[in-house]
Structures are given as C-alpha cells and as structure tokens.
C-alpha cells in the first residue's frame, strides 16, 4: 500500500472541530479545573475555552489524562529543581510548551524550546511518570 504524500495547510482555514459532548461528567471536570488551577496561567487561554477544548475531544478522558501527567510532571520539575518560587511566565510558558511536546513524543532536547540540561530535566520528569 502506498503512504499518501503529505500536504501543506492553509493555516488560515484551520477551524475548530465541532464540540461531540454537550458536558463532561463531574469527575472529569474535576480534573480539567485541577489542570487548569496549576498550568492555566501559561496557557494563553480561558479555563471555558480549555473546558471546551476537551468537549471537542473524541475521548475526552484520554487527553484529560494526557493533561494531568504534564501538569504532574511541571509539578515535579517544580518539586526538583525551581522549588516554591515559580518562574518569570515567559520561562513557565516554555516549561509547559516543552512538556506538551514531550507528551506528542519529541526526545530531543533541542527541539524543546528550553535550555538543553532543562529539557533533560522535564523528559525526566515526564519518564517518572511511567512508574506511577
């Protein structure tokens, strides 16, 4: 079978997916608003539009899931390395960037956004999560 080639988008006529669940169960709200709480603030959005976001979602319960292990892997780097004080928000947001390409699957640490010896730190983080 031959692998279809791929195609350049026109970005200007991306659009969002329609909303499939018209609510998420509380449980999963739950987490979505613990998400939020921690990582919101670096993530250029509102907690509806987040909320919506997962509403949008085939399997809203697997990419709630997907999004806790970032937050508990920010939470770990945090933990580790930052301690109580939190970082410039341009530096949070570069965190959260880098975790959310390491959760697409991207290993190297040059291709993160971040110093290298911190994105080593964050896949480790990140790896952790496996052992859970």
Excluded at 55 to 84: F, N, S
Aim: contains cysteine; charged residues 30%.
């Amino acid at each position: 079978m031959t692998e279809p080639k791929p195609r350049n988008a026109d970005l200007s006529k991306l659009r969002p997916g329609p909303i499939r669940h018209k609510s998420l169960p509380p449980k999963l709200l739950k987490h979505v608003q613990a998400i939020y709480d921690v990582i919101g603030p670096y993530l250029n959005t509102t907690q509806e539009q987040f909320e919506i976001g997962f509403m949008r979602d085939k399997h809203p319960e697997q990419e709630v899931a997907l999004w806790c292990g970032i937050t508990i892997a920010w939470v770990a780097y945090h933990e580790k390395y930052v301690g109580e004080e939190l970082l410039p928000d341009e530096d949070e947001k570069k965190l959260v960037a880098a975790l959310v390409a390491i959760s697409t699957g991207v290993e190297d640490t040059a291709m993160l956004g971040v110093p290298m010896d911190v994105g080593q730190k964050l896949l480790e983080c990140y790896d952790d999560l496996e052992g859970d």
